[in-house]
C-alpha cells in the first residue's frame, strides 16, 4: 500500500518475490485504504450492525423497549464502536452512515416508531454515537494528564504556556497540523 499524495510508489521485493499492490488492507478488524480515510470502515462496521439489527427483528417477534435496548447494546453497538479510537469518523457522511444504524434499531420498538429520533434516544436513556465518541476521547485525555495509564504525558500533550486560565493550570495546548489526516488525529481534534 502507498500511503500519500507525494509518494514515488516503489515496487518492493520480499525474498526475490515481488509484493503485490494493495489499496485496501484489513488488519485487526479495521479497513484502512491509502489515503487513510475511514469511509470504508464505516460502510463495513454499519453493514454488520444492520445485519445483526435485522437477524434481531427476525427472531424476536414481540420487542419490548428492555429488551431491544439490551440486544442493541450487547450485539449492536460493538460493531459501530469497535476500534473506534483507531478510525473515528471525522467526515459527516461516515457520522450518519454509523448513526443511522443506531437510528434503525431504536426504530423497532413498535411504541417508538412514530417518535423523532433524538426523543427516542431520550426515553431509552441512549446518547448518539457521536457523543459516546467524545466522551471516550475525554476519558482516554484524563487519564493520560492525571497518569491513570502508562502513557508518558509529554508524547501526547503540553501544556498552554500562557497563564490566562479561568481556575486551573491543566489547559492543553492545541498542536498545529499541516495535513488534514492529522488534524482529524486524536489529540489535535480535542
Given at each position: 500500500m502507498h500511503i500519500g499524495s507525494s509518494n514515488q510508489k516503489f515496487t518492493y521485493n520480499l525474498n526475490g518475490v515481488e509484493l503485490q499492490e494493495v489499496s485496501v488492507e484489513r488488519d485487526l478488524g479495521i479497513c484502512i485504504d491509502s489515503s487513510l480515510?475511514?469511509?470504508?470502515?464505516?460502510?463495513?462496521?454499519?453493514?454488520?450492525?444492520?445485519?445483526?439489527?435485522?437477524?434481531?427483528?427476525?427472531?424476536?417477534?414481540f420487542l419490548k423497549e428492555d429488551i431491544v435496548v439490551r440486544l442493541y447494546k450487547q450485539l449492536v453497538r460493538p460493531h459501530l464502536e469497535y476500534a473506534v479510537?483507531?478510525?473515528?469518523?471525522?467526515?459527516?457522511?461516515?457520522?450518519?452512515?454509523?448513526?443511522?444504524?443506531?437510528?434503525?434499531?431504536t426504530r423497532m420498538i413498535s411504541s417508538l416508531q412514530r417518535v423523532p429520533y433524538y426523543r427516542r434516544l431520550q426515553l431509552l436513556n441512549l446518547t448518539t454515537l457521536e457523543l459516546r465518541r467524545l466522551r471516550g476521547d475525554l476519558i482516554q485525555v484524563f487519564k493520560i494528564v492525571y497518569g491513570f495509564d502508562?502513557?508518558?504525558?509529554?508524547?501526547?500533550?503540553?501544556?498552554?504556556?500562557?497563564?490566562?486560565?479561568?481556575?486551573h493550570c491543566l489547559k492543553l495546548q492545541k498542536s498545529h497540523s499541516?495535513?488534514?489526516?492529522?488534524?482529524?488525529?486524536?489529540?489535535?481534534?480535542l
Amino acid at each position: 500500500m502507498h500511503i500519500g499524495s507525494s509518494n514515488q510508489k516503489f515496487t518492493y521485493n520480499l525474498n526475490g518475490v515481488e509484493l503485490q499492490e494493495v489499496s485496501v488492507e484489513r488488519d485487526l478488524g479495521i479497513c484502512i485504504d491509502s489515503s487513510l480515510h475511514p469511509s470504508k470502515h464505516c460502510l463495513e462496521a454499519a453493514k454488520r450492525g444492520n445485519r445483526v439489527s435485522g437477524m434481531i427483528k427476525r427472531n424476536f417477534s414481540f420487542l419490548k423497549e428492555d429488551i431491544v435496548v439490551r440486544l442493541y447494546k450487547q450485539l449492536v453497538r460493538p460493531h459501530l464502536e469497535y476500534a473506534v479510537q483507531a478510525w473515528n469518523p471525522y467526515f459527516a457522511k461516515d457520522k450518519e452512515v454509523l448513526e443511522m444504524v443506531q437510528r434503525r434499531a431504536t426504530r423497532m420498538i413498535s411504541s417508538l416508531q412514530r417518535v423523532p429520533y433524538y426523543r427516542r434516544l431520550q426515553l431509552l436513556n441512549l446518547t448518539t454515537l457521536e457523543l459516546r465518541r467524545l466522551r471516550g476521547d475525554l476519558i482516554q485525555v484524563f487519564k493520560i494528564v492525571y497518569g491513570f495509564d502508562n502513557l508518558s504525558f509529554t508524547d501526547f500533550f503540553m501544556f498552554a504556556r500562557s497563564s490566562c486560565t479561568r481556575g486551573h493550570c491543566l489547559k492543553l495546548q492545541k498542536s498545529h497540523s499541516r495535513i488534514n489526516i492529522r488534524h482529524n488525529f486524536f489529540l489535535i481534534e480535542l
